[in-house]
Structures are given as C-alpha cells and as structure tokens.
C-alpha cells in the first residue's frame, strides 16, 4: 500500500467520515436532544456548545482508579467501545458516500460492531467495583439481550425482501435502483417500527434508561468514571446517537444524497426525544417483557411477510 | 488537596466554566437549604442553562453543594465524598450552618463548620438562601477559576 493510499485511509477514518465529522454531529445531536427535552419541559435549555463543553472539562479532569477495580479493563473498555464507534461510523458515512467504492462495509459487520459499545459498558461497570455499576452492567446485559434479536431479525428482514444483497453499499445501490426499501411493501415498514424501537433502548435513554437509572443506581456503570474514559464514554454515547439515525437511514430510506436524508435524520431524533419526554422509566422485567412479546411478535410477522414477498 | 490547584489547559477551563455538574450533600441541615437548591433546577430558574446538571456521582462532580454544619455522623462521609470527587473542584458553603453554624452553633454534635474541615470557595449565606442568591454564588465561584 502505498504512502497516500495510506493516508487517505487514515484521513477517512479519523476526519472526513470517521471520528471528527460523526463526533460533531453527535454532539450537537445531544444539544439537540438537550435542549428540546428543555423547551418541551418550559425551560431554556442549555445553549448550542453544551456537549462540548461538557467534554472538553472531562478531558481536563483528574481521571480517578478506584481502589481494588481491575485497573486496566476498567480504563481500556471505554476506549475499546469508542474505537468501535468510530470504524462503525466510518463504514456507515463510506456505505452512502461511495456504494461501490473499494471501502464496502458489511452489514454484519456493522451489526456485530455496533453490540462493542455496550459490551464495553458492561466489562468497564463491572471492572470498576462498585455495587451500582454492578448492577448497572448487568441491567444493561438484560437489556441487551432484550432489545437486539428484534432487531437483527428486522435487518434480516430487508435482506430478505432485496434477494440476499448484505453488504451495506449493495443496499444503497439496491435502493438508487429501485426505490428506498420503505417504500416496497409492508414488511419493510414494520422492520422500521422494530428498529425505530431499538433505538432508544440502544441508547438507554427514554422510557429504556434503565441501566443509568439516576435516580436508584447513581449512574450505574458510569458511576465510578471520571475524566477522561468518563469523556470517552460521553463521546460514544454522542457518536452513537448519530450513527444509529444513519444507520436507519442508510438501509431503510437511501435514494441518494438529499435534503430528504437530513429531514429522515432530524425526525429520527425528534422521535427519540418525544418518547424520551413522555414515558417514565420502565423496570427492567417490563422491558424485556415488551421486547420478547410484542417487538418480537411484530419482527418475526414482518419477516414473514418478507419471505411471502409483501 | 493539593490536586486542587492541579494546572488545566485553556480549553478545559473554559468547559468547566461552561459545564459544572454538580453534586448535592448534606452534612446535617435541617433540609430547608436542600429544597431551595431544588428550586435552582426547576424551570423557573432552570440551572441548565449555564451547563449546571445535577449528577448522582461525586466522581462527576465539579461543584460540591453542601449544606448544614457537618455533624458527628456525616462527618466520615464528608471526607469520602471529598476525596471522591474528580478534582479540580469547587466547594460551596450554602446556608447559615455551611457557612458558620447558624443556629445550631455550639451544639454537642457539631463538628463543623465547613471550612474547618475542607477548603470552602464560595459562602452563600441566608437561613436559607435565594435560589438566586444560589446561582449568583456558584456563577462567582466559577469566576475565580
Ligand atoms: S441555614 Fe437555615 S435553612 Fe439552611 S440548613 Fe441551616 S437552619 Fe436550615
């Protein structure tokens, strides 16, 4: 490989599509999010730099070991999670900018890539020794095992529908030829509402907050994080909430780059917040109850219906 | 205590002057002080829109709110969770008893005041204070950063 092939790959991964751009937009999705849940409670909200200024203080505070925790997991996994972030998001922005570039990114790739997150939430929780973050990394390993299997069930379903294509630039080029896959027939659409679903809980908050719970469990697995890995930690979750909205968008709703893509984005976040704001936290029994019983129902009739070709 | 004065780079000053989290603790106030910095965080007053949240952690705390006058009981926890918080952090004395003892000066299970224990950076006197004079407080405290 030569040295500018090398270079563009690092410039891919680490500005253009990859970690600074996705990081940006992350943020100012949290503001977003922030500041309507402030205007829809008849507050101000905090202004437009909020997010980062939240994270360039982290990156300034002392980063404290607690005593007797498995130091060095508990300082590597928020890393590993954010690093898993970034490639996530790099294969995802590649995926629409260029489907049948040399940089094609797998779905199940990004699937699997997108679980790393989480894991790294539960390992650093139950690294740090703290009954909180205990408990808090294993609600969130319930809630994992909760929400994904509708999910990958309704990603499977649109492979179904466009006769086996599972690389994400095949999708996007699938979609240019024929229409956004929500617009071919129901069972896509119901795929939508199962992974519309998924989000929230994905990013534990709205009525699927359940691991941090602040009110019962301090902060639960971020409870003995502070300064830097706390900012990695602030960053991923940031990172996610942009990358999951474009994730969505991308198999579900590409033609190509437009206007549209960015009205898509917004409504996924308004979405997100509107749930947030409106239903209190469930318990973590109610959740996998809701997940296992009518997501999964609604996933697998999609799925069916999918293969019936609806 | 020393890491207080630990050296912070220009753009985490300005965060943490744009983004102090803050973290309650009472050390034995009669809960008037407390309620009024609920006040602070309603939309009335709406703290969030200088960055103040209110985290369960002291390890993600910039700003110590405590109140009351430090008892024999809450004295060991005081020390904990000052010596949990991320430094650098800010310590603000809210009420009469944080700031002096107030009214229950002199009594048999007071081991504060504050200062006596842990560096104080900003009094915030009133039995119990405005949630004005709260946020007033904490916005100069952050000055002195
Ligand atoms: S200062 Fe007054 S209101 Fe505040 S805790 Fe003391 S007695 Fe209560």
Redesign the pocket.
Known sequence: MSLTNLLTYVGLVAVFPGFVFTAVVGLLSSWFDRKLSARLQWRVGPPWYQSFADVAKLLGKETVVPAGSAKLVFLGAPFVGFAAVVVVSTILWMASIRPDGAFVGDLIVVLYLLYVPSLAIIIGGSASRNPFAALGASREMKLMLAYEVGFLISAFTLVVKNGGIVSLGGMVAYQQASGPMLSQGISCIIAFIVALIYVPAKLAVGPFDIPEAECELISGPFTEYSGVPLAAFKLTKAMLMCVLPVFLITVFATTAWSPWAILWYVLILVFVVLIKNTNPRLRIDQALRFFWGPVLVLSIVGIVLASLGL | MEENERKLSKLSRWGLKKSPWAFHLNTG?????DIEILDVLTPKYDAERFGIVLVGSPRHADVLLV??IVTMQTYPRLLHVYEQTAKPCLVVAI???ACSG???DGSYHMVGPLDKIIPVDVYIP???PRPEAIIDGVVKGLAKL
């Open positions: 106030s009669c809960n008037n002080c109140t009351g009420g009469a008893c107030g009214i229950f009133g039995c119990p």
